[in-house]
T-cell receptor, first 116, second 114 residues
Framework: AQSVTQLDSHVSVSEGTPVLLRCNYS??????LFWYVQHPNKGLQLLLK??????LVKGINGFEAEFKKSETSFHLTKPSAHMSDAAEYFC??????????????FGKGTKLSVKP | DTGVSQNPRHKITKRGQNVTFRCDPI?????LYWYRQTLGQGPEFLTY????????KSRLLSDRFSAERPKGSFSTLEIQRTEQGDSAMYLC????????????FGDGTRLSIL
């Protein structure tokens, strides 16, 4: 079965410092992986997706993630945190070969706090 | 692209009442998904439609939950005889085409059971 594990439930950084949110995946197939962000009382917004093209994926708002098959990881990074980045971040996998099953499997989320 | 729209945004009801939520997907999207999110957790998949066909419903939490998408456009999620444990955020998402296309989410309906 496919799954994702977010290694930190809460990450706190200072504004202007780098962000690293860690995610490991488990999959028998080449996975389709996503990162979504959720601000309080809002729906989820897609940050970026990996679907077996380039291993370094660039997303919105300066975020990027690198797919590392040898480490089964898909960590999310940003060089410089902004106050508006404070939110909950979810690492997501689509089960099935090539994402054929359609429904998303979410990690438990990492809450990012940004200190001024 | 007006995004995925969910109504109502908030619903407060007494235990035992029936509730219905509506989701209007992005117009050209043929897939529509329902998820439930409880406090401090990631969303949990419930069911999804491709056009009007409900392709997966085994994850619906009990037989009190049902969903429809009669004309392949908007969808409704109904919970009958609500219980305290049904209190959650119910999220709808839509996507275009095959399974690994990104899903676009609405802002959700927050259900509170008194």
């Amino acid at each position: 079965a496919q799954s994702v594990t977010q290694l930190d439930s809460h990450v706190s950084v200072s504004e202007g410092t780098p962000v690293l949110l860690r995610c490991n995946y488990s999959s028998s197939y080449s996975p389709s992986l996503f990162w979504y962000v959720q601000h309080p009382n809002k729906g989820l917004q897609l940050l970026l997706k990996y679907t077996s093209a380039a291993t370094l994926v660039k997303g919105i708002n300066g975020f990027e993630a690198e797919f590392k098959k040898s480490e089964t990881s898909f960590h999310l990074t940003k060089p410089s945190a902004h106050m508006s980045d404070a939110a909950e971040y979810f690492c997501v996998v689509i089960p099935g070969v090539g994402g054929s099953q359609g429904n998303l499997i979410f990690g438990k989320g990492t809450k990012l706090s940004v200190k001024p | 692209d007006t995004g995925v729209s969910q109504n109502p945004r908030h619903k407060i009801t007494k235990r035992g009442q029936n509730v219905t939520f509506r989701c209007d997907p992005i117009s050209e999207h043929n897939r529509l998904y329902w998820y439930r999110q409880t406090l401090g957790q990631g969303p949990e998949f419930l069911t999804y439609f491709q056009n009007e066909a409900q392709l997966e419903k085994s994850r619906l939490l009990s037989d009190r939950f049902s969903a429809e998408r009669p004309k392949g456009s908007f969808s409704t999620l109904e919970i009958q005889r609500t219980e305290q444990g049904d209190s959650a955020m119910y999220l709808c998402a839509s996507s275009l085409g095959t399974g690994n296309q990104p899903q676009h989410f609405g802002d959700g309906t927050r259900l509170s059971i008194l």
